[in-house]
């Protein structure tokens, strides 16, 4: 099994380093990942400036760009061969809800999806690192039984078919006291803060994003709620944005639209 390992809190980040340790011992491992933070960059391509890949005292390679770049890079020249696996994180925070599209852990992993490559996701419920050995561990876990499925289904004996993009969110507890695993769903948050509006030494006006809003939808069944209840959250993403429940609404609205008359 070959895995790539991306994120997006740069190559030095705790996260990633004990996401290798723990990796490292059960398949071939390679680490592509920016040379810096590189959060809420989401799917974001570098496509009007050069980039270049380096490599760390550790082997870790890193690169000037976002963590997509990373992935594309590293599937379409730099690693000679098409790994088994992507994975992304410990992301230094939730990926939950709405942070999954703006996620840069996210976006490193749907790359490969979109590469046709099985992915997956890690982040930690809070910030600051806290019982991270118990997260790395938590992942390690779920890759080895998802390399199983992997092989099951290299067999042709399950319907199943690759590629898949899973959201993980590993709580910041010991791990006697994760309560489980459950699958769910991703819930809402509401509309982000107020921006922050500071005015610079040389007396011009910056802006900062605010804070990620509060959690909107949290009930039973969504990540938010398992998450904040002690599980281990996991979360199957797709990229198809149609909103295919109002196709035929569209459809009739196009059809009997005005068309303008000839000039």
Same mark, same amino acid.
């Given at each position: 099994?070959?895995?790539?390992?991306?994120?997006?809190?740069?190559?030095?980040?705790?996260?990633?380093?004990?996401?290798?340790?723990?990796? @490292?011992?059960?398949?071939?491992?390679? #680490?592509?990942?920016?040379?810096?933070?590189?959060?809420?960059?989401?799917?974001?391509?570098?496509?009007?400036?050069?980039?270049?890949?380096?490599?760390?005292?550790?082997?870790?390679?890193?690169?000037? $760009?976002?963590?997509?770049?990373?992935?594309?890079?590293?599937?379409?020249?730099?690693?000679?061969?098409?790994?088994?696996?992507?994975?992304? $994180?410990?992301?230094?925070?939730?990926?939950?809800?709405?942070?999954?599209?703006?996620?840069?852990?996210?976006?490193?992993?749907?790359?490969?999806?979109?590469?046709?490559?099985?992915?997956?996701?890690?982040?930690?419920?809070?910030?600051?690192?806290?019982?991270?050995?118990?997260?790395?561990?938590?992942? @390690?876990?779920? #890759?080895?039984?998802?390399?199983?499925?992997?092989?099951?289904?290299?067999?042709?004996?399950?319907?199943?078919?690759?590629?898949?993009?899973?959201?993980?969110?590993?709580?910041?507890?010991?791990?006697?006291?994760?309560?489980?695993?459950?699958? #769910?769903?991703?819930?809402?948050?509401?509309?982000?803060?107020?921006?922050?509006?500071?005015?610079?030494?040389?007396?011009?006006?910056?802006?900062?994003? $605010?804070?990620?809003?509060?959690? @909107?939808?949290?009930?039973?069944?969504?990540?938010?709620?398992?998450? @904040?209840?002690?599980?281990?959250?996991?979360?199957?993403?797709?990229?198809?944005?149609?909103?295919?429940?109002?196709?035929?609404?569209?459809?009739?609205?196009?059809?009997?639209?005005?068309?303008?008359?000839?000039?």
């Amino acid at each position: 099994m070959k895995i790539l390992i991306c994120n997006d809190d740069g190559y030095q980040a705790t996260g990633i380093v004990a996401l290798y340790e723990a990796l @490292k011992d059960i398949a071939d491992v390679e #680490v592509v990942a920016p040379e810096h933070n590189n959060s809420a960059k989401s799917n974001a391509l570098t496509l009007n400036s050069p980039m270049y890949v380096q490599t760390a005292a550790n082997g870790f390679r890193y690169v000037n $760009g976002t963590p997509a770049d990373c992935v594309h890079i590293a599937l379409t020249g730099l690693l000679g061969y098409r790994p088994d696996l992507v994975v992304s $994180g410990i992301n230094n925070g939730a990926n939950m809800g709405d942070d999954t599209i703006y996620s840069g852990t996210v976006g490193a992993a749907m790359e490969g999806y979109l590469f046709g490559i099985p992915a997956i996701a890690f982040s930690q419920t809070e910030k600051g690192w806290l019982h991270i050995d118990v997260a790395a561990q938590r992942a @390690k876990r779920m #890759v080895l039984q998802m390399m199983a499925s992997l092989e099951v289904v290299s067999e042709g004996a399950h319907p199943t078919q690759a590629p898949w993009l899973l959201n993980v969110n590993v709580p910041n507890l010991p791990d006697d006291q994760i309560r489980g695993t459950k699958v #769910v769903r991703l819930g809402r948050r509401h509309a982000a803060e107020r921006v922050i509006i500071q005015t610079s030494p040389r007396g011009e006006t910056m802006y900062w994003i $605010g804070a990620s809003g509060p959690a @909107k939808e949290e009930g039973e069944g969504t990540d938010f709620y398992s998450a @904040k209840h002690g599980f281990v959250t996991v979360t199957p993403l797709q990229v198809d944005l149609t909103d295919h429940d109002r196709l035929p609404f569209w459809t009739e609205t196009m059809a009997t639209a005005v068309t303008p008359a000839n000039p």
